[in-house]
């Protein structure tokens, strides 16, 4: 390929880093975990493995009821959560802050359910006024759930879960709530009982590390006389014989997926081992060592955060609006020159449509040291250099600064 400037080294030979939102990076330790020869699926060590799988998930989400593995992506347990509870025609609220809460309320769509929309935007998160005034609006309780999103990983918006649930608690409403952090799972903090979810959703391979193709769902004890009113479920599925299974596979709905609950189990016992305190602070270190170098990139005019109110941003995904075109140019350069692959822009309703071009995104979660963010950061800057955009200095000594800072004993 002809270089744009002319010379000829290409310094790019190195292992290249993916700092997408999800898939994350694979730590070494959960692709040696799954590299081994297949299981017995019917006794043995894949049915030890996996009760302790299920009992630490639990242990990550704060909940005392049951968790579930679907063999599935983040989009399966969308709608493993609306059919175990809902009939067609039944109405909920959605609260929408991008989208993948909109995603989500698409499916609840073709489901045959109502969707009532609460749209905050795409830069700020869910006003929990709005949230109250909405639900003391249905007398009726004709809303049977209320659904969000933790970490918005289109906007790079986070919600206040425990702030959702405070106002459907101020008007008595009896809706279940119910939360997709499928991007900020073993990230962020979540505390499912203390919270009062009901349903919480996330994927294997995000927060979790491990390779896409596991869908988690947890569903608290409250979820029960819903489900049993509900019409939309079948088989494949359907919670009770999944959480109740005759046999192990009944688990699954069928095969398991062998060689993931091992790369799971493994990626877990790095979480525990981190702790689960830490390993939040430290998403909360990482994030805000990206925003302190964003802050001075913004500088130049060309950068923005798409966040402002830093109260509002994601600790594992921050979205970046550029001048038209700037981030395009810049995705291509970092993957190109230095092997840095940066999260493309999704679109941002009513931002326009080509957002690929003016936004890009840059993932800071799971399996990530300082080594890996600040080279991360310093290949920014210098794609911002080389592009030739003034006045972008600066940013990579923020974050170091504040790495330093925030690592003081
Ligand atoms: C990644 C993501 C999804 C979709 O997950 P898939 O595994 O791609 O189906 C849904 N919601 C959020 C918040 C996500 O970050």
Redesign the pocket.
Known sequence: MAKPNGNSVRLAAGRGHHAL??PSVVPDRVLRAMHRAAPNIYEGELLEVSDTVYADLNTIAGNSGHALIYIG????TWEAALVNTLSKGDTILSLQTGR?GA?WAQTAKSLGINVEVIDFGTDQSVQVERVEAALRGDTEHSIKAVIT?Q???SSSVSNNIPSIRSAMTACSHPALLMV?S??SFGCEPFKMDAWGVDILLT?C??GLMTP?GL?IVFIGDGVWPLYEEANLNTPYWDWKSRVYPEYFAARFSGTPPTHHLFGLREALDMLLEEGMENVWQRHRVQATAVWAALDCWANSGCLAFNVPNAEDRSWVVTCVKTESGLASRLRAWCESETGLTLGIGLNLEPNGAKTTDDLFRIGHMGHLDPHALLGMLACIETGLHALGIKNSEGGVDAAMKYIATATRT
């Open positions: 939102p999800g992506n983040g989009h399966a993948f995603g999103v970490t918005e990983t997709d499928i991007a994927g391979q995000k896409p869908g």
